[in-house]
């Protein structure tokens, strides 16, 4: 009975690869450490569930990417709006990174068919 639980979590595994795999594709873009786009999409439930190590879900990896996203967005309007004030570009930003704008990008490239849950 111990090796049916085994099967089936090979199973998952080779479905959740195979999901990334095609992932890639879709957006074009090989990842040279897969087990990091991986992290991005697991949520500290699915690690709790899983007995996973705490630092294997996407909670440092999101902190990063905030901080990231918002340079790179800031860059982009600074560099295109040169005659904005800086409070303009602040509630232009803002606008770009906000959690809408956001799950509809997520929506759009079908983030939801990777994120790894918990059952809870």
């Given at each position: 009975?111990?090796?049916?639980?085994?099967?089936?979590?090979?199973?998952?595994?080779?479905?959740?690869?195979?999901?990334?795999?095609?992932?890639q594709?879709?957006?074009?873009?090989?990842?040279?450490?897969?087990?990091?786009?991986?992290?991005?999409?697991?949520?500290?439930?699915?690690?709790?569930?899983?007995?996973?190590?705490?630092?294997?879900?996407?909670?440092?990896?999101e902190?990063?990417?905030?901080?990231?996203?918002?340079?790179?967005?800031?860059?982009?309007?600074?560099?295109?709006?040169?005659?904005?004030?800086?409070?303009?570009?602040?509630?232009?930003?803002?606008?770009?990174?906000?959690?809408?704008?956001?799950?509809?990008?997520?929506?759009?490239?079908?983030?939801?068919?990777?994120?790894?849950?918990?059952?809870?």
């Amino acid at each position: 009975m111990h090796n049916i639980g085994k099967d089936k979590d090979k199973r998952i595994f080779r479905s959740i690869d195979k999901r990334f795999k095609e992932f890639q594709k879709k957006i074009g873009i090989d990842f040279e450490n897969e087990k990091l786009l991986k992290q991005a999409f697991t949520h500290s439930s699915y690690v709790n569930e899983h007995r996973r190590k705490p630092n294997e879900d996407n909670e440092r990896l999101e902190f990063l990417g905030d901080a990231v996203l918002e340079l790179t967005v800031s860059q982009f309007l600074f560099l295109k709006y040169p005659l904005m004030s800086e409070g303009e570009l602040t509630k232009l930003r803002a606008a770009i990174v906000c959690e809408p704008s956001l799950v509809a990008f997520a929506h759009e490239l079908s983030f939801g068919e990777l994120v790894l849950l918990g059952k809870g």
